[in-house]
């Protein structure tokens, strides 16, 4: 099975749904929510793309960089590169019924884990979504990072007692869902939340021995806020521009968060990241590791749990050569002066 071969599957199953464009870019799919766009005019989407193009590596070939260390360790979870599989909810009704919910997350869940990685898991109205996620984590022994949606306190608390019985380690919540058309069409609408409310997310985790972690973050501010409340870590994220149209890219605005919580709180980004150069990129601005959503999604549909191997494998083979290129002995050694600086 080659990269090729899996897009070809992956695009005979989802008749249109998705073009499976060989750069997923979202410019065909601009304005395909529910689907697998950006909302409105896809901007945000293609700010994510736009704001890593316009960064430039700067190649160093004088130095002793042959086998670059790509392992980490992120929130007490070990990954053989700083990846994590993006959250994908719904992804059967996204995608017209081309592939079914646990089909899906299986393949994400146990391919993550095969590749040395971890899958996050999406939250929906539909209480299936979360509860096939789970069962899939239990399995491979609670190795998976639950989003739950930011529902009212009750149901919030409720899903986060599945999370501790499946046995994962960390549980997120995507705050930026409160911009969800899907949740508020379907009659379940979330809302932002207060300082005080973030304090009791947090404790609702910790009282579980689960390391918490706010995804959507997009202002230094939010983070610093997410830092005082006693959340572990954030993902800076537009969700893959689906909330808000006209946003700027991850990649935009990560340095000012960097600069507001770098080594106090985890820091991870999603949002446009292609391969493993732009791995490399977010990296370079401070990130400690990266989501990557929608390319899964593809690989999984197409190759199953043996397509995120693989999807994966390619990104650290790409990871590695960078970081020769560079002269970037260890992820933890990724920094500003990677970057050329115009
Ligand atoms: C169809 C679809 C469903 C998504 N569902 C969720 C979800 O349930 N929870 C969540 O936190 N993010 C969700 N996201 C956002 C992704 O986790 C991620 O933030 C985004 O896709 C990353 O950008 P990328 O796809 O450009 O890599 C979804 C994205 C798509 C395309």
């Excluded at 190649?59 to 002793?64: D, E, G, M």
């Excluded at 507001?260 to 949002?271: F, N």
């Amino acid at each position: 099975m080659n990269i090729k071969e899996i897009h070809d599957t992956a695009r005979s199953l989802v008749k249109g749904t998705c073009r499976v464009c060989p750069v997923c870019d979202g410019r065909a799919c601009a304005g395909e929510v529910p689907g697998m766009g950006g909302a409105g005019s896809g901007a945000s989407f293609r700010n994510n793309i736009a704001a890593l193009a316009a960064l430039r590596l700067t190649p160093r070939l004088i130095h002793s960089v042959r086998q670059p260390r790509t392992e980490t360790w992120i929130l007490g979870i070990p990954l053989a590169l700083p990846l994590i599989v993006g959250p994908i909810g719904g992804i059967s009704f996204n995608l017209g019924g081309a592939v079914s919910e646990e089909a899906y997350q299986r393949a994400v869940v146990d391919g993550a884990v095969q590749a040395g990685i971890i899958a996050a898991l999406p939250d929906a109205v539909v209480k299936e979504v979360m509860r096939i996620g789970l069962e899939c984590a239990r399995r491979q022994g609670g190795r998976g990072i639950p989003f739950i949606k930011p529902w009212e306190p009750e149901p919030f608390e409720e899903k986060m007692d599945m999370v501790a019985e499946a046995g994962c380690s960390v549980v997120g919540s995507d705050l930026d869902s409160i911009g969800l058309i899907t949740l508020s069409r379907m009659g379940h609408p979330v809302y932002p939340k207060s300082p005080r409310d973030l304090e009791g997310m947090a404790d609702m985790a910790h009282k579980r021995s689960l390391k918490f972690l706010i995804k959507g973050i997009m202002a230094a501010e939010d983070a610093r806020i997410c830092l005082e409340a006693g959340v572990d870590g954030i993902v800076v994220s537009n969700h893959g521009g689906r909330v808000l149209d006209h946003v700027a890219g991850t990649a935009e605005v990560l340095p000012s968060v960097v600069s507001a919580v770098k080594g106090r709180m985890a820091i991870l980004v999603d949002g446009g990241i292609r391969s493993g150069v732009d791995l490399l990129k977010m990296l370079a601005l401070g990130a400690d590791a990266v989501m990557i959503g929608r390319p899964y999604s593809v690989a999984a549909i197409g190759g199953g749990a043996e397509g995120v191997v693989l999807c994966t494998d390619i990104y650290r083979e790409q990871l590695a050569q960078a970081m020769v290129m560079t002269g970037c002995p260890d992820v933890a050694q990724a920094g500003r002066h990677l970057l050329h600086q115009r």
